[in-house]
């Protein structure tokens, strides 16, 4: 098996993830101002503080990790549940969009096989290959999660 990423699996891994925050701000958008930082019995995170724990997680990982672009994250208030403006929020999707957009679409496709810089401990010695991956499937749960909880709150 050839080692040397491909162009098509970096640019499929930027879509994704770009495609999916996009998703996300949809279920923001979709979510009642009301609603945004509420949560129900047996569930943690209000659809807000799943946004906001996400855009953080992104522009840390690709943005400062990979992209170097001096982000400074603060995940204790990513789920602080301090309630933003709706439009911050969604801004800050957006931003998280261009965060994936600019620093994957400059991505050099030999450093997908480099060691991932300062992951969890539970991801420590992962590929940047490995790690955007499993980006993308933390994002799709939470994801999931947010549409389901906006679903029960709308219910209510």
Known sequence: MNSAASAPELDHLRHILVRDLGALAEEVKSTPESAL???VDGVTNSVGTLAVHLCGNLEHFIGHEIGQNGYQRDREAEFSGQPIPKA???SSI????ATVESVLGQLELHRLDE???HPPPHHAGSSI???LMQLSCHLSRHMGQANYLRRILAAD
């Open 94 to 97: 957006r931003h998280a969009q």
């Open 88 to 90: 911050s929020l969604i």
């Open 115 to 117: 060691e991932m810089p």
């Open 129 to 131: 290959r490995f790690f």
């Open 37 to 39: 930082w509420r949560s």
